[in-house]
């Protein structure tokens, strides 16, 4: 028997209280090429072998990140991860482990938060850190939102640097559109991040800019916040790939307020776009102010080590009109991995890890310089850097996959359509001196 519990007439009452005519008025927000009209064409059942070998076959056609020399990153990014991550993060105490509502039963998730918030502010240069936000681009969004909040309303404009990945960009416009926030977005361009200096008014509540930035760029934030701090703006500044700040200085160091950013590239692997882990940092004076959950470490009444939720302002916990976030959860298991591999690394551990991948960049940007109908656009980069070609990107991309190489991103995927001859190009620490060389061969034949 389906299970129907609603009536057309509780349907209607529904309705009604919303403000629609209709079910299909609800998505009005979902363009109509992305809507369905009718059922998918699949069968409507087959047996588990069936489905299975199906599967199995469409997942040949795919090409694996560690099968063929990759060079893909703009926001998502192809690390090492130690077995020993893989290995923790299944035990069955991590796995299995309640949610920490009631701290008396999940004193081991909240020690792993709470360790994991030390790591974040630590990273980050800043005096506090929650306990993650979904992703990146969700957490750029949840930023924007506090830093509304701490201006009470009075300053109703944000505006985001043209170096800030697009996709954070659309998330942020869209949470900021139920809440009348006025946010400016610059066009994509590279090297035009410090032109926001003089876009910064007293009607900002913040500015957000990322370093390093979607082209790969490393910015600058002190004037930038300087700036901002001058017009009592906050400085959100964001990051995509988180071994950058095992060499770069931190935003904490320049000058921020708020830092958010993806932590996907340290314990959590690529696989197929997600889950991600969303890293959110702050200083301490806004610290409730701050969306999501924080763990604290305290005594209980013998004296022993214990852990709490010392601040949960969720719409679960507290009345909605106070809550500063309706997060319902948080990233548990990919801040484990991320807790783990950084355990693992250490402060010397991450300045290796960062060197090695700057060193290739820097290998890699050279052989590419050297090639007709290519030109590297950045002046600074750390693993990621922008390369203009004498031909689309897209079109280069898909003739070096021909060529068994994943040669980038075209900055037109990610951005819209916008600059169809920049390719995004990244070099971590797996990608070998044969696999570059190999690179700058397929590239300079797919040129000529």
Known sequence: MRYLPLNANDRAAMLDVVGVKSIDALFEDVPKSARLDSLIDLPLHQS????????????????????????????????????????????????????????????????????????VALLTGMDVANASMYDGSTACAEAVVMAHRVARGKKPKAILAPGLHPHYAAATQTLASTLSINVTEVAPAIGQDQSVIDMITDEMSCVVVQSPNVFG?????????????????LLIAVFTEPVALGLIKSPGEQGADIVVGEGQGLGVGLNFGGPHVGLFACRQKLVRQMPGRVCGETVDANGERGYVLTLSTREQHIRREKATSNICTNSGLCCLAFTIHMSLLGDAGLKRLATLNHENACHMADIIDGIDGAEVLNETFFNEFTVKLSKRASEVVQALADKDILGGVPFSRISGGQHEDLLLVCATEVVSDDDIHAFGHALEEVLS
């Open 48 to 119: 588990e072998a069936a489905v299975e070998g199906h599967m199995s076959r469409l997942s040949s056609k795919s090409v694996s990140a560690s099968s063929v020399p990759f060079f893909c990153g703009a926001g998502a990014y192809k690390h090492h991860i130690p077995s020993t991550v893989d290995h923790l993060i299944q035990r069955s105490e991590f796995l299995t482990a309640y949610t920490p509502y009631q701290p008396e039963i999940s004193q081991g998730t909240l020690q792993t938060l709470f360790e994991f918030q030390t790591q």
């Open 217 to 233: 760029e490393i910015v600058d934030l002190a004037p930038i916040a300087e700036k901002a701090h001058a017009h009592k703006a």
